[in-house]
C-alpha cells in the first residue's frame, strides 16, 4: 500500500524532503508503528523523529494522535507544533 | 467564509465588505493580528525581525479553517463568519490574520471570534519562521495559547 | 483616542489607521456596531426602522467614555484604545459604534474591547429613539446590558 | 444659589425644556430634595418625575445615586436610563 508522507517546517529540512511516496510494511498498523519504520530508512529521518514530543501528525488532513491506525489514509504529514502570528 | 492567501490584506476594507454583505446583523467582533518588527527571547529582551515566513499546510488548512468556524456557528448565534490568514513572506506591519464574527448579539460575536483565534492558533497548520539579518529560527510553540484553547474544550 | 461625532463613520478606515498608528501590537481586537433596518418588539415580532436619532449628553459623552477607556487601559496591558461613536440621525446599515484595543495578548485586546462595550452601553450617556414612518418611540433600556456590565464590577 | 438643570431624551419633551437655571430653597439639599421641589414648580415637571425608577441624574456629569447631596455642583442633569444600539 503506497501512502503520500508529507513533511513539513523544521521536520522537512532535517528528513531533507517535504513529500515521498512510501510503502510502508503491513505491521506498521498504528502511526507510531509507521514512525518506528520509518527511522529505519535514513539517518535523516532518525533524526528528524528524535524527540516524538515535538512531532505532531495529521492522517488525511485531520490532527490524530500517535495510536491512531492508519487504515485506509492516503496522506500522513508530520510536522512540529503548529505557531502563528505572536499575539 | 474562509480564505487563505499569500496576497496582502488589506483588514479594512475586507471589514467593510463584511459589514456592507451582513446589514441587519447590529454586532460585528473582529480579530486582527499583525507582524511585529521586533521578537520576544527568552531573556526578555527583544530583536528586530526583517521579515517573517508562515509554511502552511495546503489543503489542511482551509479544512481547519471551516472546521473551526463551523464549530463556532455551533455554539453561538451567528450571521456570518469570516476567516482571511495569509502565508508566504510578511514584513512587520502586515496584517496576518483577521477574523470577522456577526451577530445580533454583542456576546455571542466576542466570544466566537476570541475562541476561533484560540482554536486557529493550536490547531491550524501554520509554522513560523522569522528572518533577522542572515539568521532565521523556526519559532516554537507557546504553551499559554495550550492553556487558552483548552478554556473551550465542552463535556458532551 | 474618544471621538463624539455626528459625521458618518467609516469603519474600515478607521481601522486601518488605527493599524499603522501601532505597528508593534500584534493583536487588535475591535467591535462595530451598526444600525438595524428593523426593531425587535415584546412579541418578537419586528417592524422596519427607517432611521435612529440617538440624542447625548455633549460634554458627559466625551468624559464617560475617557473615564472608560483610561479604566480599561487600568484593567489591562493595552498599546491603545480607540473609540469613536456617532449622535444624531442615522440610517440602517450605519455604523454607531467602534471600538479597537490593540494589545501585545490577544487575551487582553478581547477583553478590554468587551469591557467598554459593556461599560459603554450602561454608562454613556445615548438615548435612542427610533422612527418608522410617521412613528417614533424612545428606546428602553435593557435589563440584559445591566447584567452583561456587572460582570465587569471589581471588589477592590 | 442658580443651577443648570438640564433633561434629556423624554424627560426633556415631558418638561418641555432642555435647559433651564433654577435657585433651589436651601432645604433642597440632596438629589432627592431637589426633585421633591422640581415636582412643585409646574404639572410638566411633576409629570416628568412620577416615576422616579424611570429617572437618572447627573452632577456636574458624573452618574450619581438620589441621595447624594448637591453641595456646590453647577450642572444637574436628569434623563432616562441610557440606550445605545440593539447589539
Redesign the interface.
Known amino acids: 500500500m503506497s501512502l503520500t508522507v508529507l513533511y513539513f517546517a523544521w521536520v522537512k529540512e532535517k528528513v531533507g524532503t517535504g513529500e515521498e511516496q512510501l510503502s510502508p510494511p503491513d505491521n506498521a498498523k498504528t502511526v507510531s508503528d509507521f514512525i518506528d519504520w520509518l527511522e529505519t530508512q535514513s539517518p535523516a529521518h532518525a533524526s528528524a523523529f528524535s524527540d516524538r514530543n515535538q512531532i505532531r501528525v495529521a492522517l488525511d488532513q485531520l490532527h490524530v494522535p500517535f495510536e491512531t491506525d492508519i487504515g485506509d489514509a492516503k496522506e500522513i504529514a508530520f510536522f512540529p507544533p503548529v505557531t502563528g502570528g505572536a499575539w | 467564509m474562509i480564505k487563505v492567501q499569500s496576497e496582502p490584506l ?7 465588505t463584511f ?2 454583505s451582513n ?18 527571547q527568552g531573556s526578555g529582551e527583544s530583536a528586530s525581525v526583517a521579515a517573517l515566513e ?2 502552511h ?1 495546503p ?2 488548512t482551509e ?1 481547519e479553517l471551516e472546521r473551526i468556524s463551523a464549530e463556532a456557528q455551533k455554539r453561538w448565534t451567528l450571521d456570518a463568519v469570516l476567516v482571511i490568514h495569509r502565508h508566504g513572506r510578511m514584513s ?2 502586515d ?3 483577521l477574523v470577522c464574527t456577526a ?5 455571542d ?2 466570544s466566537a ?2 475562541f476561533i ?1 484560540d482554536w ?10 522569522e528572518h533577522s539579518g542572515t539568521d532565521s529560527t ?5 504553551e499559554s495559547d495550550g492553556t ?1 484553547a483548552k478554556r473551550w474544550e465542552k463535556v458532551d
Open positions: 488589506n483588514a479594512g476594507e475586507e471589514i467593510n459589514l456592507t446589514p441587519n446583523s447590529g454586532g460585528i467582533a473582529t480579530f486582527i493580528g499583525q507582524v511585529r518588527d521586533f521578537q520576544e508562515l509554511e499546510y489543503g489542511m479544512k512587520p506591519g496584517t496576518i490574520v451577530s445580533t448579539h454583542r456576546g460575536a466576542f471570534c476570541e483565534m486557529l492558533k493550536t490547531q491550524a497548520p501554520f509554522w513560523k519562521r523556526w519559532v516554537d510553540a507557546r487558552r
